[in-house]
């Protein structure tokens, strides 16, 4: 029924914190940027809260979009500008348009012990964009589709239930729950573009087995028929979510959505101002009274679109980073301190987005170019015994690696010397600390330094 389709493997994102929990981020990727209008997916979970200290997420803006919140357990108390209060739980759904603007927040309850559940995002069309904010929450029942295959279906339309939650493109969300062995056919239109995130158990899509935490997509026009999905021994549970393809470019940067770089200035601008754009959150206490925007990068960030479905037949993708600037600074859920989970406030989206996922989790540091990151030969860096992170300023000539342990010590040694110089001399191209280290240190093979400034 369907033979193109791409496994999307999640990357892990703190939620910030020193027992931050950890959300598994699939959407937006390197190589796919929408799924229909469904342009972020965090699935986290279950989690002991009395471990990660539970959701605690001031009050933070947003424009040009939607969240989507459904819960698996726990229970999240959501507040916003409009003045809803409002519980997520397991099985109810929560869908706040942001419109031209809102500020709202996320607290798990006292009563929450194991949080489990998806943040989901839709981007908004640039005809809607800017409509009036809103809420809406809606139960929806629980379907017996077939022996061994339940769903409920909170956005859109499938098996003849339809919700009655407001989206502003033709779109699927459902929840779907299979017996152990069982198969079922998702019957979504053609034109829809068509992801299955795995929560619970393991399923095959088509003939593609997807993991917990993988978003599996087939691209519109690829599965005639219906998508096929199967559980494996243990069964599975499942999120569909699908939707026509998303032809137009937005610029998605921190909590903001718009078509352009001045877009997200204003938005910017208006939340740092506490303008009446995005109002204010009555009734919520924590640490901190709002969330503050993140600095923007030095350049224009650029719209972008969704990548070309390279329909590659169950290659997992790493999703590394998007693309987006909106992806270096994680969304508010990611980061309750005010800066994104791979990243800082002032640090530049671009060079970020630029830093491969593997080398920035292993090596990646504050303050430190992902430019440099990049260049450096990765399998050096693990295999040696004494340089480290103090170290990413410099470059181990290769033919040290294979020198004796005489030279081991000498770099050793070097790289005492090194941390004695001040702080305020180690900045990049001061010249110094190279002249130190050369003028002290043994030439490797052509008379060269074992160190050299990239």
Same mark, same amino acid.
């Given at each position: 029924m369907n033979d193109d389709v791409q496994v999307i493997v999640p990357r892990e994102v703190p939620l910030g914190g020193p027992r931050a929990m950890t959300v598994r981020r699939t959407l937006p990727a390197r190589e796919r940027?929408?799924?229909?209008?469904?342009?972020?997916?965090?699935?986290?979970?279950?989690?002991d809260v009395s471990s990660t200290?539970?959701?605690?997420?001031?009050?933070?803006?947003?424009?040009?979009?939607?969240?989507?919140?459904?819960?698996?357990?726990?229970?999240?108390?959501?507040?916003?500008?409009?003045?809803?209060?409002?519980?997520?739980?397991?099985?109810?759904?929560?869908?706040?348009?942001?419109?031209?603007?809102?500020?709202?927040?996320?607290v798990s309850t006292p009563a929450t012990t194991v949080l489990h559940g998806a943040q989901l995002w839709l981007?908004?069309?640039?005809?809607?964009?800017?409509?009036?904010?809103?809420?809406?929450?809606?139960?929806?029942?629980v379907l017996e589709v077939d022996d061994g295959v339940r769903a409920q279906v909170f956005v859109g339309a499938l098996w003849g239930s339809a919700s009655p939650v407001a989206v502003e493109t033709p779109l699927v969300g459902a929840e779907v729950v299979?017996?152990?062995?069982?198969?079922?056919?998702?019957?979504?239109?053609?034109?829809?573009?068509?992801?299955?995130?795995?929560?619970?158990?393991?399923?095959?899509?088509?003939?593609?087995?997807?993991?917990?935490?993988?978003?599996?997509?087939?691209?519109?026009?690829?599965?005639?028929?219906?998508?096929?999905v199967t559980a494996g021994p243990q069964g599975a549970r499942v999120l569909v979510l699908g939707g026509e393809p998303f032809g137009e470019q937005v610029v998605m940067w921190w909590n903001f959505l718009g078509r352009s770089h001045d877009d997200v200035v204003a938005a910017r601008a208006a939340w740092e101002a506490g303008a009446e754009r995005f109002g204010t959150v009555p009734g919520y206490t924590g640490p901190v009274d709002r969330i503050p925007a993140p600095a923007l990068p030095g350049v224009r960030l650029k719209p972008r679109g969704n990548r070309v479905d390279r329909g590659n037949r169950g290659n997992r993708v790493d999703p590394g980073v998007s693309g987006f600037a909106g992806d270096a600074e994680a969304p508010a859920l990611a980061c309750p301190a005010g800066g994104?989970?791979?990243?800082?406030?002032?640090?530049?989206?671009?060079?970020? =987005? /630029? *830093? &491969? @996922? #593997? !080398?920035?989790? $292993?090596?990646?540091r504050v303050g430190v170019s992902g430019a440099r990151l =990049? /260049? *450096? &030969? @990765? #399998? !050096?860096?693990? $295999?040696?015994?004494?340089?480290?992170?103090?170290?990413?300023?410099?470059?181990?000539?290769? @033919?040290?690696?294979?020198?004796?342990?005489?030279?081991?010590?000498?770099?050793?040694?070097?790289?005492?010397?090194?941390?004695?110089?001040?702080v305020s001399e180690r900045a990049w191209g001061f010249k110094s600390p190279l002249a130190h280290i050369t003028a002290n240190g043994p030439r490797c093979s052509g008379g060269r330094s074992c160190f050299s400034a990239r």
């Open positions: 940027s929408f799924v229909g209008a469904w342009c972020f997916v965090d699935h986290y979970g279950p989690d200290g539970g959701m605690d997420v001031a009050p933070h803006p947003h424009c040009g979009l939607a969240t989507v919140s459904w819960l698996f357990s726990g229970e999240v108390e959501h507040r916003d500008s409009l003045g809803t209060v409002a519980l997520v739980r397991p099985g109810e759904v929560n869908l706040m348009t942001a419109g031209r603007g809102i500020s709202h927040s996320e981007v908004l069309p640039s005809a809607r964009a800017d409509v009036e904010p809103r809420f809406e929450h809606h139960v929806p029942r299979l017996d152990a062995g069982v198969s079922v056919v998702l019957p979504v239109p053609d034109g829809f573009e068509v992801a299955v995130l795995g929560d619970a158990g393991s399923v095959t899509v088509g003939e593609f087995a997807v993991a917990r935490g993988e978003l599996a997509v087939v691209g519109a026009a690829r599965h005639p028929g219906g998508v096929s994104g989970a791979r990243a800082r406030p002032g640090v530049s989206g671009a060079r970020l =987005a /630029a *830093r &491969p @996922a #593997p !080398l920035a989790e $292993r090596f990646g =990049a /260049a *450096r &030969p @990765a #399998p !050096l860096v693990p $295999r040696h015994p004494v340089v480290g992170h103090r170290f990413v300023g410099w470059r181990v000539h290769r @033919a040290h690696w294979d020198g004796s342990r005489e030279r081991h010590a000498q770099v050793a040694e070097r790289q005492t010397r090194w941390l004695q110089v001040p």
